[in-house]
Antibody, heavy 115, light 107 residues
Framework: EVQLVESGGGLVKPGGSLRLSCAAS????????MNWVRQAPGKGLEWVSSISSSSSYIYYADSVKGRFTISRDNAKNSLYLQMNSLRAEDTAVYYC????????WGQGTLVTVSS | DIQMTQSPSSLSASVGDRVTITCQASQDISNYLNWYQQKPGKAPKLLIYDASNLETGVPSRFSGSGSGTDFTFTISSLQPEDIATYYCQQYDNLPRTFGQGTKVEIK
């Protein structure tokens, strides 16, 4: 069974940093591209970043470019999102999702940016 | 960026009704379109991929159609468990973009 489990969310002050993790199981992680998607409270879905299976290709939404870094460790079946210079508008539930078709999603982890 | 215009933003229908949601892309995306269901407090769930293919395990009352710029999502007979917000999403180009969502309620 495919499982994606996010962790690392929490309360952080504006300008602070946080690192999210997504632990994958039930499939050959190294064969799939991965994504981060976020959802602000009461709002719709926003794509954040994507990384190819071998990390050769990495893409970011303009809203996070230069502040967020996506990475993966295929040996550990894990996906990461390093978030720096956090702003109030980054407050959201962050989901990891598999492949270009976003066919499986984790349960999400809440990031709250507030002083 | 490709804009996805989804309508209506909300709808109220009776159990057993046919429900239709539309999604229009700002440019041709071929059939690179997904439909998701999201229940409160839960992650989105993929229902339809490649515009018209039903994901494994999804009830057959859900269907999708369209290609190019105009797409339709249909629930043939609304059930109480279908109460949720539904989103379209294109994966033809980066950035991946979602429709604004359609909240479906029972009348």
């Amino acid at each position: 069974e495919v499982q994606l489990v996010e962790s690392g969310g929490g309360l952080v002050k504006p300008g602070g940093s946080l690192r999210l993790s997504c632990a994958a199981s039930g499939f050959t992680f190294s064969s799939y591209s991965m994504n981060w998607v976020r959802q602000a409270p009461g709002k719709g879905l926003e794509w954040v970043s994507s990384i190819s299976s071998s990390s050769s290709y990495i893409y970011y939404a303009d809203s996070v470019k230069g502040r967020f870094t996506i990475s993966r460790d295929n040996a550990k079946n894990s996906l990461y999102l390093q978030m720096n210079s956090l702003r109030a508008e980054d407050t959201a539930v962050y989901y990891c999702a598999r492949e270009a078709q976003f066919d499986y999603w984790g349960q999400g982890t809440l990031v709250t940016v507030s002083s | 960026d490709i804009q996805m215009t989804q309508s209506p933003s909300s709808l109220s229908a009776s159990v057993g009704d046919r429900v239709t949601i539309t999604c229009q892309a700002s440019q041709d995306i071929s059939n690179y379109l997904n439909w998701y269901q999201q229940k409160p407090g839960k992650a989105p769930k993929l229902l339809i991929y490649d515009a018209s293919n039903l994901e494994t395990g999804v009830p057959s009352r859900f269907s999708g159609s369209g290609s190019g710029t105009d797409f339709t999502f249909t629930i043939s007979s609304l059930q109480p468990e279908d109460i949720a917000t539904y989103y379209c999403q294109q994966y033809d180009n980066l950035p991946r973009t979602f429709g604004q969502g359609t909240k479906v309620e029972i009348k």
